[in-house]
């Protein structure tokens, strides 16, 4: 329940990068077999999606925010604004973990090509 609620204040740009997060595992664990430039290639390619979309989904929601701020009475637009940017950051927070998990998942798959590289 906490989760649905976390997604559904993060707005849509938080279910597209759910959605990219199998992507990012496959790739991942492609690249952990095969090894291939063509594998680091497309993983890399989905991270920099990752955090286009995610920079987007955040700037997105901050301007609605400031938008939406500008509608309240006075007393209220400095608790409005905390509390906007704080829900605007969830696309921020889901691009940093995924982008953190794809970036693990090439490092481990580069360690490795080398290794295969250094053993021939």
Do not use: C, N
Request: glycine letters at 12%.
């Amino acid at each position: 329940m906490i989760w649905a609620k976390w997604m559904e204040v993060g707005g849509p740009w938080t279910y597209i990068l759910l959605l990219v997060a199998p992507a990012i595992v496959g790739a991942g664990l492609l690249h952990l077999v095969l090894r291939r430039r063509v594998s680091l290639w497309l993983l890399a390619m989905l991270i920099a999606a990752v955090f286009g979309i995610g920079l987007f989904g955040t700037q997105t929601a901050r301007g609605r925010v400031d938008y939406a701020v500008r509608m309240a009475r006075p007393a209220e637009q400095a608790m409005l604004t905390v509390r906007g940017y704080e829900e605007a950051s969830h696309s921020w927070q889901m691009m940093l973990a995924l982008g953190a998990a794809g970036i693990v998942f090439l490092i481990a798959g580069e360690i490795g090509r080398a290794h295969r590289r250094a053993g021939k």
